[in-house]
């Protein structure tokens, strides 16, 4: 088998725990296409993932995240392309001689099974003895602290509790990769972010890989050592969370995680450090740390995120800075959101952490006031498409 290198898009961006050998990657998805009909539900993704990451899949509904667990797991056959796990050539082997559990969207649970049971039934391919088998639904039922509820019936414990069940039982079999689709989903919002944490402890614990598909980037964001952006059967870009939030590469991740402030400009010139773009609705040029790829004279999208703009009531005077009116704002408590309107007409979302303890007339702005509104060089993103 040859080598293929870690990817390399963020390289320098990559957390600790994701490995950079050259050593073959624990899961590897080579060109790998599914169609249905004439319909392409994958289309053509690359992707490794290493041993230990919890690895999430995002994206809108439909783009194909299930679709691709599918395919890990063994439950639907890839149109081209090969699957690689732990150096083993997946692609023609059936789902239960994969080293790989998957919970499913709708984790139905047995109605009539006791919480035990139904993770002993996770178990029901496994050569056990009966021993070795309570032995092991007892260390599940620790691991996801449910050991007091063993007994129970799905219908007498909690949403979060079931939803712990079904990982238990899909942690029974102890595979090596569990793939998990949209497994908080069902959850409220606490419990959901209670829940993320323990699944990370338990991933910690276990040292299982984990593929976890979500559309909630919040939740990519928490959970996940990397992640990777799909669209329309595509993968748009891979990698850490930070990574893809402060350097995405296409509008259209850059505006589907997290929100953002995106304009039409056009470079003026290029420095080694700086790029100079022409911004009609901000009135006039801007400063932009440069990056590869962009050409002098090229149409491109500034992006700027809320947060990466300071708002203040005298002039900054610094490059970067434009007069608004402030049409709107809410207060949240530890942080405010502007929606400031440029001389163009152009609404501009500001959030601004309120650090220090205000007095009722002591804000920033209020409405209609006017303010001035500026961006580090550093914090503008350029994108080509
Ligand atoms: N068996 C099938 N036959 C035909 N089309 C299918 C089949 N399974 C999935 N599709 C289509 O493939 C596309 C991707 O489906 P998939 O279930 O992978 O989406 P998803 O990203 O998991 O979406 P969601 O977030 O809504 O669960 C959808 O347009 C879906 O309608
Ligand atoms: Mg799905």
């Avoid at 409220?188 to 984990?210: A, C, P, S, V, Y």
């Avoid at 990777?228 to 059967?233: E, F, I, L, S, T």
């Amino acid at each position: 088998m040859t080598d293929i290198p870690a990817i390399t898009i963020d390289a320098d961006l990559q957390s600790a725990s994701v490995k950079k050998s050259a050593e073959p990657s624990f899961i590897r998805i080579e060109g790998v296409t599914k169609k249905f009909g004439s319909f392409t539900a994958v289309n053509s993704v690359t992707l490794e993932i290493e041993k230990g990451e919890i690895f999430s899949l995002l994206g809108g509904s439909g783009c194909g995240k299930t679709t691709l667990l599918r395919m890990l797991a063994g439950f639907e056959e890839p149109t081209a392309g090969r699957i690689y796990i732990d150096g083993q050539d997946m692609t023609d082997l059936p789902p239960y001689e994969r080293p790989v559990n998957m919970m499913f969207q709708s984790y139905a649970l047995f109605p009539h099974m006791t919480v035990a049971k139904n993770i002993a039934y996770g178990l029901k391919h496994e050569r056990m003895t009966a021993a070795q088998r309570d032995d092991r639904v007892r260390n599940m039922l620790d691991l996801v602290q449910l050991t007091d509820f063993a007994a129970r019936k799905p219908h007498q414990i909690s949403g979060g509790q079931r939803q712990r069940v079904a990982l238990a039982r899909a942690l029974a079999r102890q595979p090596k990769l569990l793939l998990l689709d949209e497994p908080l989903a069902a959850l409220d919002k606490k419990l959901r972010e209670h829940t993320q944490f323990e699944l990370m402890d338990i991933q910690d614990k276990t040292g299982t890989t984990f593929i976890v598909v979500t559309h909630d980037q919040e939740e990519a964001m928490t959970l996940s050592s990397r992640l990777a952006v799909m669209d329309k059967g595509r993968i748009m870009q891979i990698g850490t969370a930070t990574s893809v939030y402060e350097y995405p590469q296409s509008r259209f991740v850059a505006g589907f995680i997290g929100s953002i402030n995106i304009f039409d400009g056009k470079v003026v010139s290029i420095g080694d450090t700086t790029t100079r773009v022409h911004v009609p609705e901000f009135g006039g040029d801007i400063e932009a740390r440069s990056v590869e790829g962009i050409e002098d004279g090229a149409q491109i999208s500034l992006a700027i995120r809320p947060e990466k703009l300071t708002i203040s009531r005298t002039n900054p005077q610094s490059a970067n800075s434009i007069r608004g009116i402030v049409r709107d704002l809410a207060y949240f408590g530890k942080d405010s959101l502007y929606r400031v309107a440029l001389p163009s007409g152009h609404i501009v979302s500001v959030n601004s952490v309120n650090a220090r303890r205000i007095g009722e007339n002591e804000r920033v702005a209020d409405w209609e006031d006017e303010v001035w509104l500026s961006f580090d060089p550093n914090s503008a993103i350029l994108l080509k498409d």
